[in-house]
């Protein structure tokens, strides 16, 4: 990971913090670009990883309209350059059954995973907003995925009563306490 933020924040003139949002196969990753504007307000700059499958599920020319940058998606080949800023957080959102088991096991087959494996060995916090299920929340293996992502350091959503984009932003970025 690595290259610069081309955008600067115009009230301090710094680099904006810099947000990955990791959208995996699942029907509601067709309204990611409610987290895209919520960052966004929130100030952070914004790129998308998909996984090969979530591609399919979003309106590429929109959220590349909206972030200003390429969706990433595969690996690029040797020597090409870095299409995204290193980040300073990411979003998982929406985190499908197939990629928390995988990101949990280790599995980085692909770019969106692997750029998740790596992120702890960068500590790089994480949120991450699974959307599956009951019958897929089930499986043994998802719990297990679930504690060792947590033991990782991964911020979990509740999702609970109902998928709520914003929960990735606050997980990430926690209200002070008075
Ligand atoms: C219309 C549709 C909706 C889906 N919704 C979900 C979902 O909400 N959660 C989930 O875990 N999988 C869902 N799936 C299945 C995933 O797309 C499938 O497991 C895929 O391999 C996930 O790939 P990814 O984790 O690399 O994105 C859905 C599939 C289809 C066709």
């Given at each position: ?5 081309k955008?600067q ?20 990753a067709?309204q ?10 929130d ?12 591609l ?6 929109a959220?590349?309209?909206?972030t200003?940058?390429?969706i ?5 080949k ?22 928390i ?8 087959d ?32 998802y719990?297990e ?7 990782m350091g ?6 609970e009563p109902?998928?709520?984009?914003e929960?990735?932003?606050e ?8």
């Amino acid at each position: 990971m690595g290259g610069e933020s081309k955008e600067q924040d115009h009230h301090t003139g710094e680099r904006k913090r810099f947000l990955y949002v990791v959208v995996c196969a699942a029907g509601i990753a067709g309204q990611v670009g409610r987290l895209i504007a919520a960052a966004q307000e929130d100030g952070w700059d914004v790129g998308v990883v998909a996984t090969p499958q979530g591609l399919g599920f979003i309106d590429q020319a929109a959220v590349e309209a909206r972030t200003g940058y390429p969706i990433r998606s595969a690996w690029r080949k040797p020597g090409d350059p870095r299409p995204l800023p290193p980040p300073d957080a990411i979003a998982v959102a929406p985190a499908t059954f197939n990629t928390i088991n995988k990101w949990a096991a280790g599995m980085s087959d692909t770019l969106a995973v692997g750029i998740l494996c790596e992120a702890y060995g960068m500590g790089i916090p994480i949120a991450a907003l699974p959307c599956l299920n009951t019958a897929q929340a089930a499986h043994p293996a998802y719990r297990e995925s679930l504690d060792r992502l947590r033991s990782m350091g991964v911020r979990i959503g509740s999702c609970e009563p109902e998928f709520r984009w914003e929960e990735a932003l606050e997980l990430l970025d926690p209200p002070a306490r008075p």
